[in-house]
Structure formats: C-alpha cells, structure tokens
C-alpha cells in the first residue's frame, strides 16, 4: 500500500439513496481489504472547507456515483482544478474544492476521480444489482492501479 501512504479517499454520496450510495460503498470494501481508515472520509457533498483538508495529502481520490452510462459502467480518471469557482450553499464539485486548495493553500495534490455508474436514486439502503457489478469491476481495476 506504499503508493497510497499520502492519498486521501473520499467517497461522496448518500447511501440511503440506493446507487448514490457507490461511493460510501466503495470506501466499505477498502476497509473489508484492510485499507487504512485514517485515509477515507465519507461525505455527503463537498464543502469548500474540504480544501484545507486536501491540502494536506500528496494525492486524493473522489469517488462518487455517476448518472451517465460508461463504457465500462465506471471509470477512473485524472481531475484537475476549476479554471473558475462558483460558490453554493449546497455542494461544491470537486475540481473546484481544488481550485480553492490551490489558490488559498498554494497546495496542487495529484487528484483522480472515479465514477461509477448507478442507476435507481430511490430512498433505500441497497444497490442495484447492476451498480454493485460496476462496484467490484471498479475497485478490481482500482487495486491494481493502487497496489
């Protein structure tokens, strides 16, 4: 796991919201692997207070559900900065949560996302069959990349 030792993992979503849930699922099965805890953060939506907390890590992940269809029902990509931040009281997305840690903290973390396809966003705590088959081919392809 020496690749991920200064990697924050984050995983965004609801899981009382049936495939919104894939990212609090995904964090689930990294600690069944016996991931370090210390490194996962669960959350509902970003804030820009997050940026601060990014700050402090060489590389972070964020994965969330995602409402397009992929190829491969996910995929996982390098993210960069918002060229420009808009601010919400709701949620901020993730590449400007790095524009904010960029501009205030002259911090640049190598920065991935990984998006998994989700289907149904009823209020229930399961996932479709077909978003838990795109779950384990994601995190399949994700233990190779990180171990």
């Not at 689930?28 to 890590?57: P, R, T």
């Not at 904010?100 to 998006?115: G, R, S």
């Not at 998994?116 to 088959?133: C, H, P, Q, V």
Request: hydrophobic letters at 40%.
């Amino acid at each position: 796991m020496r690749k991920l030792d200064k990697t924050l993992i984050i995983g965004i979503g609801n899981n009382t919201r049936q495939d919104d849930g894939l990212g609090w699922c995904f964090l689930d099965k990294l600690v069944e692997a016996g991931f370090n805890e210390d490194q996962l953060l669960y959350k509902y939506q970003l804030m820009v207070e997050d940026a601060e907390l990014i700050s402090e890590y060489e590389t972070v992940i964020f994965v969330d559900a995602n409402k397009t269809t992929l190829d491969k029902g996910f995929s996982i990509e390098r993210f960069y900065p918002a060229e420009k931040v808009a601010f919400s009281t709701h949620a901020v997305p993730p590449n400007q949560i790095l524009n904010l840690c960029e501009t205030i903290y002259h911090k640049k973390p190598k920065a991935y996302v990984i998006k998994i396809d989700g289907y149904s966003w009823n209020f229930t705590i399961s996932l479709t069959n077909k978003a838990t088959e795109n779950l384990n081919n994601s995190l399949s392809c994700f233990k190779s990349f990180a171990f």
